[in-house]
């Protein structure tokens, strides 16, 4: 089998839909946020754990156990039945009438996207080889933007419509469809098949020897704060800046969820391609650019942050949310291909997963929460202007993200990458 053929290709389409999908049914609650919390009263601290921590600390929970499945068992077969219970769990969520009930579904959801990506990057791993792979996640990762579009376009004009429990239906139940079609079409590729070895017969390394040396790697410590500080930002403006439009610039959530398709379409597109461009170019002579390409990135963004925080109308703050969601898609190729150079052939799907579980419990559990927590606490005193100053913390963490991604490629040899002795 050829790794970079045809039907390569057609694998990382067909995945790429699948993160699609997952970022979609991630997305969604972002831009009912509003309609919910005037139909069932919920707080911002509620609403905020809702859009992450509920989320990441179950995602972090299941994501270890599945990726070591994965590191060992049938990885599309693990993709599409985590696919198809998400799905579900989504639009389980339009069904609900209570806090408790729409936190379990949330939390079901995560269950599912947590078989995801960690078994998707092994399986691209073995169709491309290291000097395609961080253009080939690049594409993958550009489900996030693509999924963002599809999440904040559809959901926001449905839930103007229809109510938001119709929207959540609506994008729930096609990713049964995509899982069908991921079952029946994409095949289990040999392990080790783009590095020239075929590892499908030798056993894994121990899990906690994989842990191990994941956690004594200074390039791994510093490359999941750093990710877990662009996420904090990334996410604390996905799940905020749609009602922070809402609340200070009067958009509805029709216009709200079109802008945003538009502006995560632009600029998801343009950071993740970016990223990829520039790690296949800078890094084959030296591989420190992985780490600070995203440091770059994220340097960029921090006075972008600010424009769209203090913008006197919704087009000067638009455009200031623009850049940082370039940057925020720029680490995805080079990162993750550093990641999985990292580990080895077989401990990938565990070190993507651990890395996932860093990134999500920083980013993911921290940004939506402090920034609603920071909301209500503000609210007494700053009234109309409390979120936008809770929501100085990205800023903030887009510094602290860079001067991690920095000492990251800091200590990694120029034209070498020594893997993880554990699970090499």
């Not at 398709?261 to 170019?281: F, N, P, Q």
Request: charged fraction near 10%; hydrophobic fraction near 50%.
């Amino acid at each position: 089998m050829n790794p970079e053929g045809r039907y390569a290709r057609y694998v990382l389409a067909v995945l790429t839909v699948v993160y699609t999908v997952n970022h979609a049914d991630r997305q969604i609650l972002s831009i009912v946020l509003p309609l919910i919390k005037h139909d069932l009263g919920f707080t911002d601290t509620q609403l905020g754990a809702l859009s992450g921590t509920a989320f990441a600390l179950v995602y972090v929970a299941v994501g270890l156990p599945i990726a070591r499945r994965a590191d060992g068992g049938h990885r599309v077969t693990i993709i599409t039945l985590a696919l198809a219970f998400w799905s579900a769990m989504t639009a389980v969520s339009g069904l609900v009438t209570t806090y408790l009930q729409l936190l379990l579904a949330r939390m079901g959801v995560a269950v599912g996207e947590a078989g995801c990506t960690p078994p998707a990057h092994s399986v691209l791993s073995d169709y491309y080889p290291p000097v395609r792979r961080p253009a080939a996640i690049a594409i993958y990762s550009l489900g996030v933007p693509l999924g963002t579009v599809v999440g904040f376009m559809v959901g926001g004009w449905v839930a103007q419509y229809y109510g938001w429990r119709s929207a959540f239906l609506v994008l729930g139940l096609p990713g049964l469809a995509v899982a069908l079609l991921l079952r029946l079409t994409v095949r289990e590729p040999v392990r080790g098949l783009a590095d020239g070895v075929d590892a499908s017969a030798t056993n894994r390394p121990p899990f906690w020897d994989v842990i191990r040396s994941l956690t004594r790697s200074r390039q791994f410590r510093h490359l999941a704060l750093a990710t877990g500080l662009l996420g904090f930002q990334g996410y604390a403006g996905g799940a905020w800046i749609p009602t922070l439009l809402f609340r200070k610039h009067g958009m509805s959530l029709g216009e709200i969820g079109t802008a945003f398709a538009i502006l995560s379409l632009i600029a998801g597109i343009t950071g993740s391609v970016l990223g990829g461009w520039l790690g296949a170019k800078l890094a084959g002579g030296d591989r420190r650019w992985l780490a600070w390409i995203p440091a770059a990135a994220m340097l960029v963004a921090t006075p972008f942050w600010l424009v769209g925080l203090y913008a006197g109308n919704k087009y000067l703050a638009l455009f200031g949310f623009f850049v940082p969601t370039i940057a925020e898609n720029v680490y995805f190729g080079p990162v993750n291909s550093l990641l999985q150079e990292l580990a080895g052939v077989r401990a990938r799907a565990v070190a993507s997963a651990s890395f996932l579980l860093c990134t999500n419990l920083i980013g993911l559990g921290g940004g939506p929460l402090i920034t609603g927590w920071l909301s209500d606490l503000l609210g007494g005193s700053l009234v109309d202007n409390a979120l936008r100053t809770a929501l100085l913390v990205a800023p903030a963490s887009c510094l602290w993200s860079a001067f991690h991604y920095w000492r990251a490629g800091a200590s990694i040899t120029p034209h070498r990458l020594t893997q993880l002795g554990a699970v090499g």
